[in-house]
T-cell receptor, first 115, second 110 residues
Framework: DTAVSQTPKYLVTQMGNDKSIKCEQN?????MYWYKQDSKKFLKIMFSYNNKELIINETVPNRFSPKSPDKAHLNLHINSLELGDSAVYFCASSQGGQDRDQPQHFGDGTRLSIL | QKEVEQNSGPLSVPEGAIASLNCTYSDRVSQSFFWYRQYSGKSPELIMS????GDKEDGRFTAQLNKASQYVSLLIRDSQPSDSATYLC??????????FGTGTKLQVIP
């Protein structure tokens, strides 16, 4: 019954590899997000999709590519992993709206460690 | 660049006291304000959302918003050790673009 689920929870891999993180929400929300939380605990928006359309694309290396096959799923693919990519990546979802932002519901996070 | 500022803390309060957490923001047109709690190693969880000036109460939590001063706060009454966590202030200006502060670490001392 998890509302926002991410897989995997932990990802340990070598520098230079390519990896993907998957996210699914069963809340019926139409907006999904990817955040990166670094070692200093700063939560920074990376991407946001509304009904499969990219609406937020922050300054992120183009090695990071999001993909939303439908409004309940948002995946994140990372090419050529670097040491600086080590962080916790959170997926979140909310109901969309142009005027009033709605609260976001977060997944449990994917802890990515680059060796 | 929209900014959301919080004192990183730690803010230490004795059990049973009122904890006061503060947040200022730079974008005058911000319309949506949220407080999230994040326990160590866990994901952020919503405590309160507030959209209008004034106070909003939910159990032991009260959010206060003053748009003229660009200031939002969270009061926790009768603080419990289980309230020890990092509290994140988040501010939105519409279109689901929400900016998070760096968080204030709260320690409730038994």
């Amino acid at each position: 019954d998890t509302a926002v689920s991410q897989t995997p929870k932990y990802l340990v891999t070598q520098m230079g590899n390519d990896k993907s993180i998957k996210c699914e929400q069963n809340l019926g929300h139409d907006t999904m997000y990817w955040y990166k939380q670094d070692s200093k605990k700063f939560l920074k928006i990376m991407f946001s999709y509304n009904n499969k359309e990219l609406i937020i694309n922050e300054t992120v290396p183009n090695r990071f590519s999001p993909k939303s096959p439908d409004k309940a799923h948002l995946n994140l693919h990372i090419n050529s992993l670097e040491l600086g990519d080590s962080a916790v990546y959170f997926c979140a979802s909310s109901q969309g709206g142009q005027d009033r932002d709605q609260p976001q519901h977060f997944g449990d996070g994917t802890r990515l460690s680059i060796l | 660049q929209k900014e959301v500022e919080q004192n990183s803390g730690p803010l230490s309060v004795p059990e049973g006291a009122i904890a006061s957490l503060n947040c200022t923001y730079s974008d005058r047109v911000s319309q949506s304000f949220f407080w999230y709690r994040q326990y160590s190693g866990k994901s952020p969880e919503l405590i309160m959302s507030i959209y209008s000036n004034g106070d909003k109460e939910d159990g032991r939590f009260t959010a206060q918003l003053n748009k003229a001063s660009q200031y939002v706060s969270l009061l926790i009454r009768d603080s419990q050790p289980s309230d020890s966590a990092t509290y994140l202030c988040a501010v939105g200006g519409g279109y689901q673009k929400v900016t998070f502060g760096t968080g204030t670490k709260l320690q409730v001392i038994p």
